[in-house]
């Protein structure tokens, strides 16, 4: 919108939500946002308005996109799950059978499901690390084939906030032989018409919207009281930022923070797995298959998290960390706010994409509130 104002739809019983985007712009809580909502795989809420620069002078689109930061695991957890569907992922199974370098340091029996349940006991990398390293795919799979884990795995999780899109994307480029990005966009985004990229072309640059960082001292990295571990995850590398506006960073592939999206597209592409694996009449995975992300993997205190939490295969799962109203439900967010939940029981799916950045790591009150104002329409 020109002037920065609310785009969009709504069908009429979601007309709450849209009130409460529109006041989350007017609070200033949002500066520029986007979110949408699908019904058995019908888009029934699609919004967006604000602002695509702290200054204001860009307005957020109908096609504005934003790096999304950890919310691109889902999309990374979807494309593991459409291949272990087509037989050419055993989650069970060592990442060794597939990635044979990752046997060292005994590591020989760190399963696929560890990685996607941030249970492998690689929640960083040992050797130091800057960030123009994570533009360098082959130096950061190598250092983490070759270390050995921090914790025993599958005993409990330990988040894999940059890590984990390695780990994963690598089982995805031995077994497919091109890159999880490449995989994504041709087999999921590409065939879905969903604008989500991970590893953005520079002809798409102009699009994207700017991150506004958290408060300061609110970042990642200045929580008081951080173990060992979660030093590591939080400073090894830093996360600046400023460096998502970069050439560099959009363009590079780093499957669990470089994703560049917006809630449409969340909320679309999660319709594969909310409606049995058929989304837009396309039939992309069993319904057995999407299921699988449902199973438990590891709960308890996460040791980076420093509290509960349960994780299926790539998704949170409902629990303290997210008391989700349906049991068979999932979720994740990003570093700031943004935030996909896919609930299989309601075959709904939800998706917010946003410019300022809130002090936390998983979705906070902005885009939960307006889920559930969606939640309550839809009960209603």
């Known amino acids: 919108m020109a002037d920065g104002s609310v785009g969009g739809f709504t069908r009429d019983r979601f007309a709450k939500v849209r009130e409460g985007f529109q006041a989350n712009l007017d609070s200033g809580a949002d500066v520029g946002a986007s979110f949408a909502v699908t019904l058995e795989g019908e888009t029934v809420v699609d919004l967006w308005g604000g602002w695509a620069d702290e200054a204001r002078t860009r307005p957020w689109e109908k096609d504005t996109?934003?790096?999304?930061?950890?919310?691109?695991?889902?999309?990374?957890?979807?494309?593991?799950?459409?291949?272990?569907?087509?037989?050419?992922?055993?989650?069970?199974?060592?990442?060794?059978?597939?990635?044979?370098?990752?046997?060292?340091?005994?590591?020989?029996?760190?399963?696929?499901?560890?990685?996607?349940?941030?249970?492998?006991?690689?929640?960083?990398?040992?050797?130091?690390?800057?960030?123009q390293d994570l533009y360098d795919w082959d130096k950061m799979t190598s250092l983490l084939a070759a270390q050995a884990p921090f914790w025993e795995p599958g005993t409990a999780s330990g988040y894999h906030a940059l890590t984990q899109g390695y780990l994963v994307g690598e089982v995805v480029r031995r077994v497919t032989g091109e890159s999880l990005g490449t995989v994504f966009r041709k087999e999921i985004a590409e065939p879905l018409g969903a604008d989500f990229w991970i590893g953005l072309p520079a002809g798409e640059d102009a699009r994207v919207a700017d991150l506004i960082p958290p408060p300061p001292g609110s970042?990642?990295?200045d929580a008081p009281g951080q173990t060992e571990l979660m030093r590591n995850m939080s400073s090894n590398p830093g996360v600046d930022v400023a460096e998502t506006r970069g050439r560099a960073w959009r363009g590079a592939e780093i499957p669990a923070a470089n994703g560049q999206g917006n809630a449409r597209s969340i909320a679309e592409i999660h319709t594969i797995l909310a409606n049995g694996g058929v989304a837009k009449g396309k039939r992309f995975m069993s319904e057995a298959g999407?299921?699988?992300?449902?199973?438990?993997?590891?709960?308890?205190?996460?040791?980076?998290?420093?509290?509960?939490?349960?994780?299926?295969?790539?998704?949170?799962?409902?629990?303290?960390?997210?008391?989700?109203?349906?049991?068979?439900?999932?979720?994740?967010?990003?570093?700031?706010?943004?935030?996909?939940?896919?609930?299989?029981?309601?075959?709904?799916?939800?998706?917010?994409?946003?410019?300022?950045?809130?002090?936390?790591?998983?979705?906070?009150?902005?885009?939960?509130?307006?889920?559930?104002?969606?939640?309550?329409?839809?009960?209603?």
Request: proline share 4%; glycine share 12%; with cysteine.
């Open 65 to 131: 996109l934003v790096n999304v930061y950890s919310t691109t695991k889902t999309m990374t957890a979807l494309t593991a799950l459409l291949l272990a569907d087509r037989g050419l992922i055993d989650f069970a199974a060592p990442v060794a059978r597939y990635w044979p370098e990752f046997s060292a340091n005994g590591k020989d029996r760190v399963t696929v499901a560890h990685l996607m349940s941030h249970a492998a006991g690689l929640s960083g990398w040992k050797e130091t690390i800057g960030t």
């Open 219 to 221: 970042a990642i990295g």
């Open 290 to 380: 999407c299921r699988k992300a449902l199973e438990l993997q590891v709960e308890g205190t996460d040791l980076i998290f420093g509290q509960p939490a349960r994780f299926g295969l790539g998704f949170g799962l409902p629990g303290a960390m997210a008391p989700l109203v349906n049991p068979n439900s999932m979720f994740w967010g990003g570093y700031g706010g943004s935030l996909a939940i896919i609930d299989m029981d309601a075959r709904t799916t939800f998706g917010y994409a946003m410019t300022r950045m809130a002090p936390t790591t998983t979705g906070d009150l902005r885009g939960l509130g307006l889920v559930m104002a969606a939640w309550e329409a839809l009960s209603a």
